[in-house]
């Protein structure tokens, strides 16, 4: 698992250095609009993402929120999304916020999610699930005041099989059965991360 890791980060780095090289010599602008601050507009912008995507600075709740309780389904081999928190939105928004009551991203088998930036917030059914051979790695990324009412893992909840990295992201006032924050039943890394008042029945953290 390690090595598949250390594998994936490469990727992604490699990824990263030959995005920043095709647009320091174009004209467009570095982010990537998230159109009406919407969930559509939000997955419109990851479906032509090619596995990695640098979002403006966005903020969907309420009627912007998606229909779907299973959010954005994770189906491509890797996706990385990341806020480029150095832009501003027009109106004066500087983070990417997802504040709505369904899961906010599904992890399915056999893909790779890593957010970088990212605050997932308000939701009542996990922010994020992790099926059985998913990946989850959170870089930078803010957890606050999610549930799963009767369930697991009020911010993350992963299954059995999954593999997921925590890594400096903040969990905060998030509720659960079991597992207030991350309920998890995989291998799991965690590093510089803070989890904050926190609620469950038995938590792991």
């Not at 559509?40 to 709740?61: E, K, N, T, V």
């Not at 890593?114 to 994020?128: E, M, Q, Y």
Request: hydrophobic share 35%; with cysteine.
């Amino acid at each position: 698992e390690r090595t598949k890791q250390r594998q994936r980060m490469t990727l992604f780095s490699l990824k990263l250095a030959f995005f920043l090289i095709m647009m320091s010599s174009a004209t467009a602008q570095l982010c990537e609009t998230v159109v009406g601050n919407s969930w559509r507009g939000l997955g419109d912008a990851l479906d032509r993402s090619y596995g990695f995507a640098i979002l403006c600075p966005f903020h969907i709740s309420g009627n912007g929120c998606p229909q779907d309780e299973k959010g954005y389904k994770v189906k491509e081999a890797e996706l990385y999304v990341m806020c480029d928190s150095i832009s501003q939105s027009l109106d004066g928004e500087s983070v990417c916020l997802i504040d709505c009551p369904s899961t906010h991203f599904t992890v399915m088998p056999g893909t790779s999610l890593t957010l970088d930036g990212i605050t997932l917030k308000g939701s009542k059914k996990s922010a994020i699930q992790v099926k059985p051979q998913g990946f989850l790695t959170s870089y930078n990324s803010v957890f606050a005041h999610n549930r799963r009412d009767g369930g697991n893992g009020g911010a993350i909840d992963a299954a059995e099989g999954s593999d997921i990295s925590l890594m400096y992201s903040l969990f905060e006032n998030n509720q659960a059965l079991n597992g207030g924050a991350v309920y998890h039943l995989g291998a799991a890394v965690v590093r510089g991360s803070s989890f904050i008042e926190n609620h469950a029945t038995v938590s792991l953290y």
